[in-house]
């Protein structure tokens, strides 16, 4: 088996493992829950630094027009903000136990293509 086939079988294997580590078992509730909690208070924290900055975008906004631009854009700002939040909250230490996990399905599954 060629070196590509073994690394797509480790890619695969690894990916179904760190899907099987958010599963409905009790391993599976922690690991969502170490995403879940720190992401909904880092989303709302985005959200309102972006509310704020869109208020101070509107306060300083010189004609109506301007106004109705920000106001349009306003609803895709808050949500890269909740976005830039959650990702920020749960940070690099958040996924280490993805990661370790990928790398063991990864090694399981290019072995196995490689019998």
Known sequence: MSTWNRIESGIKQGLKDVAAS????WS?????????????????????????????R????ETRLEVGRIEKAATQMVAK???????????IWGFIPDIAIFANGFRKGYSAAGN
Do not use: L, W
């Open 22 to 25: 958010y599963g409905i078992d």
């Open 28 to 56: 599976g509730a922690a690991n969502t829950a170490s995403k879940v909690g720190p992401a909904v208070g880092g989303g709302i924290k985005g959200a309102k630094n972006a509310r704020a900055e869109v208020e101070m």
């Open 58 to 61: 509107i306060s300083k906004a």
């Open 81 to 91: 903000g909740v976005a830039k939040g959650a990702i920020k909250a749960i940070g």
